[in-house]
């Protein structure tokens, strides 16, 4: 099973990034999908996750009406489409999968990790 997450780097604050995660080894198109992200000093956690048919989305406060998760199954790929950044988004950012159609929000839930993605906002 492998998850490569791609697309982080440096970009102002106010301006857009979209973060990929690749599948490979696993029935994506069956799997819930989740994204995360740890800052420096702080524990990882939940941003958003999509269901596995897409049908059901999932958001942290924090990134709701600014972020959007979704899923290509045919492409066995998900995204996270991030706007109005502001410094506080800076981390990294990770994909995860879960066997399971329900896009839980726990952590503990998910079943394989991507390697994560640095995103740094610059104000």
């Known amino acids: 099973v492998q998850l490569q997450a791609s697309g982080g780097g440096l970009v102002q604050a106010g301006g857009s990034q979209r973060l990929s995660c690749a599948a490979s080894?696993?029935?994506?198109?069956?799997?819930?999908l989740g994204w995360f992200r740890q800052a420096p000093g702080r524990e990882r956690e939940f941003v958003a996750s999509?269901?596995?048919?897409?049908?059901?989305?999932n958001y942290a406060d924090s990134v709701k009406d600014r972020f959007t998760i979704s899923r290509d199954n045919a492409k066995s790929t998900g995204y996270l489409q991030m706007n109005t950044l502001k410094p506080e988004d800076t981390a990294v950012y990770y994909c995860?999968?879960?066997?399971?159609?329900?896009?839980?929000?726990?952590?503990?839930?998910?079943?394989?990790w991507g390697q994560g993605t640095l995103v740094t906002v610059s104000s």
């Open positions: 995860a999968t879960r066997h399971s159609d329900w896009p839980s929000t726990g952590i503990y839930d998910y079943d394989n």
């Open positions: 999509v269901s596995a048919s897409g049908g059901t989305l």
């Open positions: 080894g696993i029935t994506f198109s069956g799997s819930a």
